[in-house]
């Protein structure tokens, strides 16, 4: 069931490894970056290259919208073939 009073914004996230990853596939996961007003421990929905093409702790700047599911479990959904801006981080040379 979508969260129809959401709408798409760019949103700041990066790939890791949960500690746990209990119902999910896949060890490399994408979550929002603290400081957007969004719960760092949001499912993000989006294209598996993110996870799969970079190395862990990269950064991306990809349009999303706050979505739910029938359960109540809210998650970040971007569509997967929209594009994706790679954060490039001057201090570590990605």
């Known amino acids: ?3 129809l009073d959401q709408p798409y914004r760019n949103v700041l996230v ?9 119902a999910r596939h896949g060890s490399v996961h994408i979550r929002p970056v603290a400081g957007q007003g969004l719960d760092t421990g949001l499912f993000v929905e989006c294209s598996k290259r993110l996870a ?4 862990v702790g990269t ?7 706050l979505t739910d ?3 109540g479990g809210e998650y970040l959904y971007s569509y997967h ?3 994706v801006e790679v954060i490039v981080d001057d201090k570590l040379g990605r």
């Not at 799969?52 to 190395?55: F, R």
């Open 52 to 55: 799969a093409d970079y190395p």
């Open 1 to 3: 069931m979508a969260k």
């Open 59 to 65: 950064k991306f700047r990809i349009k999303a919208k």
């Open 69 to 71: 599911r029938e359960d």
């Open 14 to 22: 990066e790939s890791f490894v949960p500690a746990r990853s209990a």
């Open 81 to 83: 073939g929209w594009k």
